[in-house]
């Protein structure tokens, strides 16, 4: 006969699975670090920056056409961030399914990471900043702009890029914890067949009936 485990015995079963989750967890954060750089050079190049036209006054001057292309920092961004969330956030749910709601947060946190080292890098990347070049122009050149997050509210887009796989995982996927029921098995009673009387004559030429089964 077996006892069930004491408190203290799952306790001391339940402490490697705590570390080893938490190992992994600083282990996703730093994938979501070196997610965020390499985010950030393929944000630096693959925008477009709009350029500003020196004239011989000193004064600078952009295109209507390079006005359209002032948020294509922030297009690019929320269009990287989405690829770079997703992949964090199925990673995250293959390894921390088993904790539960939990998962989401973490994936989330993941993504906010990977969004602003995305962010400073890339800024960090554009070189010098805007002002100095222009001042340093001369009259003829083209200044682009400098490659900054106009619109903040896009880092949302990589936390929820990363929650995302999890919440469909969570809703979609099969039920773990579900018991899986066992059909009840149904015995059908197989009916008795009748006694038969059966008919038998002594030596004395009487009939009697004697009931036995009808089958043996």
């Given at each position: 006969?077996?006892?069930a485990?004491?408190?203290?015995?799952?306790?001391?079963?339940?402490?490697?699975?705590?570390?080893?989750?938490?190992?992994?967890?600083?282990?996703?954060?730093?994938?979501?670090?070196?997610?965020?750089?390499?985010?950030?050079?393929?944000?630096?190049?693959?925008?477009?920056?709009?350029?500003?036209?020196?004239q011989?006054d000193?004064?600078?001057?952009?295109?209507?056409?390079?006005?359209?292309?002032?948020?294509?920092?922030d297009?690019?961004?929320?269009?990287?961030?989405?690829?770079?969330?997703?992949?964090?956030?199925?990673?995250?749910w293959?390894?921390?399914?088993?904790?539960?709601?939990p998962?989401?947060?973490?994936a989330?946190?993941?993504?906010?990471?990977?969004?602003?080292?995305c962010?400073q890098?890339?800024?960090?990347?554009?070189?010098?900043?805007?002002d100095?070049?222009?001042?340093?122009?001369?009259?003829?050149?083209?200044?682009?702009?400098?490659?900054?997050?106009?619109?903040?509210?896009?880092?949302?887009?990589?936390?929820?890029?990363?929650v995302?796989p999890?919440?469909?995982?969570?809703?979609?996927?099969?039920?773990?914890e579900?018991?899986?029921?066992?059909?009840?098995?149904?015995?059908?009673?197989?009916?008795?067949?009748?006694v038969?009387?059966?008919?038998?004559?002594?030596?004395?030429?009487?009939?009697?009936?004697?009931?036995?089964?009808?089958?043996?």
């Amino acid at each position: 006969m077996t006892s069930a485990p004491t408190p203290a015995t799952d306790d001391i079963e339940t402490m490697p699975s705590r570390s080893t989750d938490l190992v992994s967890a600083a282990i996703f954060a730093g994938a979501a670090l070196i997610a965020g750089m390499a985010a950030a050079v393929l944000w630096r190049l693959v925008v477009r920056l709009p350029s500003y036209e020196v004239q011989a006054d000193g004064s600078a001057s952009v295109t209507e056409r390079a006005l359209t292309e002032f948020f294509a920092g922030d297009a690019w961004y929320v269009v990287i961030g989405v690829v770079v969330g997703a992949g964090l956030g199925v990673a995250t749910w293959r390894r921390f399914k088993s904790i539960g709601w939990p998962s989401a947060f973490l994936a989330a946190g993941l993504g906010v990471i990977a969004g602003l080292v995305c962010w400073q890098l890339g800024q960090l990347l554009d070189g010098a900043p805007f002002d100095e070049r222009l001042a340093a122009a001369q009259p003829g050149d083209s200044v682009p702009i400098a490659l900054a997050l106009r619109s903040p509210s896009a880092l949302a887009v990589w936390a929820f890029a990363a929650v995302t796989p999890i919440l469909l995982g969570s809703a979609l996927g099969p039920d773990e914890e579900a018991v899986a029921r066992q059909p009840r098995s149904r015995h059908r009673a197989v009916p008795s067949e009748p006694v038969q009387p059966d008919e038998v004559v002594d030596e004395r030429g009487v009939v009697r009936t004697d009931e036995r089964a009808g089958s043996q």
